[in-house]
Nanobody, 115 residues
């Protein structure tokens, strides 16, 4: 299993980014996918979930209405569109998949919100 995040960067408050996670090594279309984030000095926290078929999504209260999770099962890729960014959104963003009792993570992509 391999998860590779990309698309992070430095953005001003109020700005937007789209981060991506390319997956391989498992049947992508059969599994729910999640995004988490970890800010400096804080625990890793749940951000968003998308069901295997893309028909259901769920968000942390802190990002609901600003972030959108989506997936392209033909490309084995999950996305996180992040809008109206705030300094407190600064973190390393990770994608995650759970295969049975095992949980897999990518290396993360840094999103920094600063003027």
């Amino acid at each position: 299993v391999q998860l590779v995040e990309s698309g992070g960067g430095l953005v001003q408050p109020g700005g937007s980014l789209r981060v991506s996670c390319a997956a391989s090594g498992f049947t992508f279309s059969s599994y729910n996918m999640r995004w988490y984030r970890q800010a400096p000095g804080k625990e890793r926290e749940f951000v968003a979930l998308i069901r295997s078929d893309g028909g259901f999504t769920n968000y942390a209260a802190s990002v609901s209405g600003r972030f959108t999770i989506s997936r392209d099962n033909a490309k084995n890729t999950v996305y996180l569109q992040v809008n109206s960014l705030k300094p407190e959104d600064t973190a390393v963003y990770y994608c995650n998949v759970r295969l049975g009792s095992l949980s897999y993570w990518g290396q993360g992509t840094q999103v920094t919100v600063s003027s």
